[in-house]
């Protein structure tokens, strides 16, 4: 009996040790982003876009929030600090970030006269453009192994 205990022991173990290896080059394909989004000034939704696509980041004005072509990951969250720290495993390669505080949780970034915004907003590495958001190159950063951001909302 002893022996069979023995046995089921080992083939369990061989089979483990089989999922194991077989798993184990799929775990290695997401890298780390660390994101802390900082100077958050009131209660409301943060709206956070992780993009792989130039062309989608410099399209989105924030005018809905939410998934769309061109964004790999990203969040909508309840925030009431000043700052918070997400993190996002994602493949290796070059990212852009937009983030904009919906204060009024309408689900968009507010904008005035001249589409100037009444809401928080901000990008990765900081970046800001003249009359709209950054370009890609000025946003962007890779991520290999390990990253981080840290993006000030605006005033």
Wanted: glycine share 10%; with cysteine; proline share 5%.
């Amino acid at each position: 009996k002893r022996k069979g205990n023995m046995r089921r022991f080992i083939k369990s173990v061989s089979a483990l040790c089989i999922i194991m290896v077989i798993a184990a080059p799929w775990t290695s394909l997401a890298d780390i982003l660390v994101v802390e989004v900082a100077n958050i000034q009131s209660p409301g939704e943060l709206h956070i876009a992780i993009y792989d696509d130039a062309k989608a980041f410099q399209g989105d004005k924030g005018e809905k929030g939410g998934p769309a072509e061109g964004i790999i990951d990203g969040v909508i969250q309840e925030v009431s600090g000043e700052a918070v720290w997400f993190r996002f495993e994602l493949p290796e390669g070059r990212y852009a970030i937009g983030v904009f505080h919906d204060a009024n949780r309408n689900n968009r970034l507010d904008t005035g006269l001249f589409g100037i915004p009444k809401e928080q907003f901000g990008f990765s590495n900081n970046a800001m453009g003249r009359f709209g958001p950054p370009s890609f190159e000025a946003a962007s950063f890779v991520v290999s192994g390990s990253a981080a951001q840290s993006i000030t909302l605006s005033d």
